[in-house]
């Protein structure tokens, strides 16, 4: 979907705008805007419902702390996550394992047969397009077209290098699962609660305001993250999903 803005004012108040808007639409980048905003997750999948969707990071900076100076971050969300592929060592492979991949300019799209896109920048067109195609190994979803454009070095990205992305190479280092139905019942159960009633975490009935990053930059899976992965699937009292 193409996106058209109408600025007027003078031109040095015309430029400072399209430069901001620029970097608003590189900082978003292929998120949800409600990851971006702090939208409730409550609220955000009433009104944005996935099954189950698979949210990836990466790094330039290979170990944690991943901060520092000219350091890179991308973030690629996988909507219909498999319930047989949500395990760490399935997930960390298709991000590109402990050598991640090479990210740059090349954007590969696909359209999918759920109405929803998944979008992977890489350093080549067969970068991009081959670390989607992994990441969508997880999904249910299918293909339904895929194209790869190039963000050109042209205009403004000759010059911000916050907007120009180099090829460089991306690291795994979290992901984040998000169950739909396991949140919207969760905030079901809180609304018929008595008043003044503790919430339980262990029960599920629980306010979620934001969702858990499990890390995946180290060799070994770390332990006991298969029942955390377990709980983040399982739906406590709704119908049951048929993501296998």
Not at 187 to 193: P, Q, V, Y
Request: aromatic share 10%; charged share 30%.
């Amino acid at each position: 979907m193409s996106e058209k803005f109408i600025i007027s004012g003078s031109a040095s108040n015309v430029k400072k705008t399209i430069n901001d808007l620029l970097a608003f639409r590189k900082i978003i980048g292929d998120r949800d805007i409600g990851d971006f905003v702090g939208y409730p997750v409550t609220e955000y999948v009433r009104a944005s419902p996935h099954t189950i969707r698979l949210t990836v990071f990466y790094s330039t900076k290979r170990e944690y702390p991943f901060k520092g100076k000219g350091v890179r971050s991308a973030t690629y969300n996988i909507p219909d996550l498999k319930r047989s592929d949500a395990d760490w060592t399935k997930i960390k492979s298709a991000m590109g394992g402990d050598n991640g991949y090479m990210w740059g300019r090349f954007r590969a799209t696909a359209n999918l047969n759920n109405g929803r896109q998944a979008v992977v920048y890489g350093g080549s067109e067969k970068e991009a397009e081959d670390r989607l195609r992994a990441l969508l190994t997880l999904s249910t979803a299918k293909i339904l077209t895929l194209s790869i454009s190039e963000e050109k070095k042209e205009g403004l990205r000759a010059t911000d290098k916050i907007l120009y992305k180099p090829t460089v190479r991306m690291f795994p280092t979290y992901f984040t699962i998000l169950n739909s139905a396991k949140i919207i019942n969760e905030s079901n159960k809180e609304l018929n609660l008595p008043f003044g009633t503790k919430n339980d975490n262990l029960s599920g009935t629980f306010r979620r305001t934001k969702t858990t990053k499990l890390p995946v930059w180290m060799d070994k899976e770390p332990k006991n993250i298969k029942p955390f992965i377990a709980e983040l699937l399982r739906d406590r009292g709704s119908t049951p999903t048929n993501n296998r």
